[in-house]
C-alpha cells in the first residue's frame, strides 16, 4: 500500500474514533478544528440539527493575519471563535480534535477559547518542570546517602 495512503486511512480511523465519542448539541455544541498547511478552521457545530452555530478561520479578514499556519493564528482564532459564541449564549463546548494530536496549533486553539470564556477543555495549569538534577546534585545526593555502590566483578 501507497505509503501516503495508508497514512491518511489511519488519520480517518483517528478521526471517527474521537468523532463517536464527542456529540455537539444546542447547549453544548461540538468545536470542530480544521487545519491546513496555511490555514487554521474552527466551528461549533450542533450534532443534532446539523448546522453550525458559530465559525472562525485564519482567511478571515477579522483575524487580521498574514500568515494563519502558526500558533499565533491559532491563538487568534481561538479568541475570535469564543467571541462569536458569547455572542450567541454559548459558554460549553465540547472538543473535537479530529485526526490530529492534541498539540501545536490545534492545543493553542483550545487554549486560547478557554481562556477567551469557550470551555472547550478541562485545561489546568501546566505542571511544573522537574528540577534537573545536576552531577554535583547526584554525587552530593550518593555521599548523603552513606551507601557505597557495590564493584563490579
Do not use: W
Request: glycine fraction near 6%.
Amino acid at each position: 500500500m501507497d505509503a501516503q495512503k495508508h497514512k491518511a486511512k489511519q488519520a480517518l480511523r483517528r478521526k471517527y474514533r474521537v468523532r463517536r465519542k464527542t456529540r455537539g448539541t444546542t447547549n453544548k455544541p461540538r468545536l470542530s478544528v480544521f487545519r491546513s498547511n496555511l490555514h487554521i478552521y474552527a466551528q461549533l457545530i450542533d450534532d443534532d440539527q446539523q448546522i453550525t452555530l458559530a465559525a472562525a478561520s485564519s482567511v478571515e479578514k477579522a483575524a487580521n493575519l498574514q500568515y494563519g499556519g502558526n500558533v499565533a493564528a491559532a491563538m487568534t482564532v481561538g479568541k475570535l471563535l469564543a467571541e462569536k459564541a458569547k455572542a450567541k449564549g454559548i459558554t460549553v463546548a465540547t472538543f473535537d480534535r479530529g485526526s490530529y494530536r492534541f498539540h501545536g496549533r490545534v492545543k493553542a486553539l483550545a487554549r486560547a477559547a478557554t481562556e477567551a470564556g469557550l470551555i472547550c477543555t478541562g485545561l489546568v495549569d501546566e505542571p511544573k518542570k522537574k528540577r534537573e538534577t545536576t552531577v554535583a546534585d547526584a554525587k552530593s545526593k550518593a555521599k548523603s546517602d552513606g551507601k557505597k555502590k557495590p564493584a563490579k566483578a
